[in-house]
């Protein structure tokens, strides 16, 4: 969690985190510059590859807006005990911080849902074979676009809800939430108070066993009304708390719930040493085990736990 530096400028200078953990172990590799297009709309991403840990391949980038420093909610994350099997879906993915260390487990499939176009670039940067960004919001309507509100900084509180400071507004994908949690076992929401029009209270698949939410507040709206009702639903349908919000800070607005379901004896291919962690391809080993390839690529600090397969 602790691996977002700032940049300034071209510099890349190690900086404490807001816990005062100093990030160490990082080595800038190299600088690109992406252009996004979206609507008409064209924005420069420049970002630097930062040997960090967490990342698959030692990789994440930190663009050149990422003056704050961004700690995602991982305490409501580890949280939930993963599974091999689990299928988890992550709404307002961000960079990835829950999704690919969740894929790194490795459990079976992870979609990541990031609506921002830049930081959905940062995402696909991650290959990994249970591993797949989709650039779109998720809605509680039919919708097959959404208008997201682009506030100013490094993408960490863009929302489909109107909120302040807010720049621009773009048009993005949307999905229905019930049509994306489907067949999930574990979903993760944080998506900066969107989260009070998806019918969460109405939808609990069969399957789904972890809940992660973050709520958020939103102006002329009674949010903590609805979002204690979210809770009460979540409750009913057998969930027991792990982490209850309390409302008290900024910091203590997101819970996590679970319920006990069959755990299936799935197979993981990437578990088995079938298919290699990193990319797929179709090896031979036991265990999780990286092809030559991904064993160059990744860094050392990645390959613990992983063999190479012969
Ligand atoms: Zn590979």
């Known amino acids: 969690m602790n691996y977002l530096t700032c940049l300034r400028g071209r510099r890349l200078r190690r900086r404490r985190n807001l816990f005062g953990i100093l990030i160490r172990g990082q080595k800038a590799l190299r600088i690109n510059d992406i252009r996004v297009r979206w609507n008409g709309m ?6 630097e590859y930062v040997k960090t840990r967490d990342v698959p391949g030692g990789l994440l980038m930190v663009a050149k807006e990422g003056e704050k420093p961004f700690m995602p909610t991982m305490r409501e994350c580890n949280s939930i005990p993963l599974h091999y099997s689990d299928r988890v879906i992550d709404i307002g993915a961000y960079m990835g911080q829950y999704s690919i260390r969740c894929a790194r487990f490795p459990v079976e499939r992870v979609i990541a849902y990031e609506p921002t176009p830049l930081s959905y670039e940062v995402l696909t940067k991650t290959k990994l074979p249970n591993f797949n960004p989709i650039n779109a919001a998720i809605v509680g309507n039919d919708e097959k676009n959404t208008v997201l509100h682009i506030s100013s900084g490094f993408g960490v509180t863009n929302s489909t809800t109107l909120s302040n400071g807010t720049a621009r507004s773009i048009m993005v994908p ?24 998806f019918h969460i209270e109405d939808n609990f698949p069969d399957s789904l066993r972890g809940l992660i939410i973050d709520f958020h507040p939103v102006t002329n709206y009674n949010w903590l009304k609805k979002a204690k009702e979210i809770i009460i639903e979540i409750e009913k349908n057998g969930f027991q708390p792990v982490i209850s919000p309390d409302w008290s800070s900024g910091w203590t607005r997101a819970g996590s719930w679970i319920r006990d379901r069959d755990l299936p004896d799935t197979t993981n291919p990437m578990l088995e040493g079938k298919i290699c962690c990193g990319c797929g391809k179709i090896i031979d080993s036991c265990g999780k085990s990286l092809c030559i390839d991904c064993w160059n690529r990744w860094s050392i600090r990645h390959r613990r736990g992983y063999k190479l397969a012969r």
């Open 42 to 47: 064209s924005s420069k991403l420049r970002y």
């Open 174 to 197: 949307a999905i229905n939430y019930f049509d994306a949690i489907k067949d999930a076992t574990i979903v993760k929401i944080d998506v900066e108070g969107g989260e009070y029009s």
